[in-house]
């Protein structure tokens, strides 16, 4: 039995080609944030949206976030808690904090928060994504206390990385959801 999972979109939306829209048809039990300006992302507007989108869950949650959203949660981390969150999939976080990896206008979504997460977490990452580096994106999976898979060549595991259902993210979401059953 999958929790209801909660796909949370980074910069610019997840189109139609992404595996996040992809998961939306495949899982009955989930359902998106949907934020007012995709392009131009606010921390205070995207936070509050979240915020507001948990809150009408009321029962057993996976956060699924990909790129920019790995750090929206993190930040809703530091200031919330909802005992219906008991995981999250941190898809190719984009590292907010560095100027070579993401854009000014990203900035203000920084620092990202490096505390312990209080539900299991796994982080994904990839040896060519030009929004991290491999050691960033380990260095905080180690902060949060998720564990780490790195799954090679996937480049920002996105549209472009052509990955439709993601077979292979659904093996690892089973395997979080096995880790919070134990």
């Known amino acids: 039995m999958i929790p209801h999972l909660l796909i949370i979109p980074g910069l610019g939306d997840s189109g139609e080609k992404h595996w996040q829209s992809f998961w939306l048809q495949k899982f009955p039990n989930s359902t998106k944030?949907?934020?007012?300006?995709?392009?131009?992302?606010?921390l205070d507007e995207w936070l509050a949206q979240l915020d507001k989108n948990i809150k009408q869950i009321n029962e057993p949650t996976i956060l699924v976030a990909h790129s920019l959203a790995v750090s929206l949660v993190m930040h809703w981390v530091s200031q919330?808690?909802?005992?219906?969150?008991?995981?999250?999939?941190?898809?190719?976080?984009?590292?907010?904090?560095?100027?070579?990896?993401?854009?000014?206008?990203?900035?203000?979504?920084?620092?990202?928060?490096?505390?312990?997460?209080?539900?299991?977490?796994?982080?994904?990452?990839?040896?060519?994504?030009?929004?991290?580096?491999?050691?960033?994106?380990?260095?905080?999976?180690?902060?949060?206390g998720s564990d780490f898979i790195n799954i090679g060549q996937q480049g920002h595991i996105n549209s472009d990385s052509n990955l439709e259902y993601w077979e292979e993210g659904q093996e690892f979401l089973q395997q979080l959801i096995t880790k919070i059953n134990s």
């Open 33 to 42: 944030v949907i934020q007012d300006n995709w392009d131009e992302p606010q």
């Open 80 to 144: 919330n808690n909802n005992p219906n969150i008991i995981g999250a999939l941190l898809v190719a976080p984009a590292d907010v904090n560095s100027p070579e990896h993401t854009p000014d206008f990203l900035r203000h979504f920084s620092p990202i928060p490096t505390q312990t997460v209080p539900f299991p977490t796994v982080v994904i990452g990839t040896e060519n994504d030009t929004y991290i580096s491999l050691e960033r994106t380990k260095e905080l999976a180690s902060y949060w």
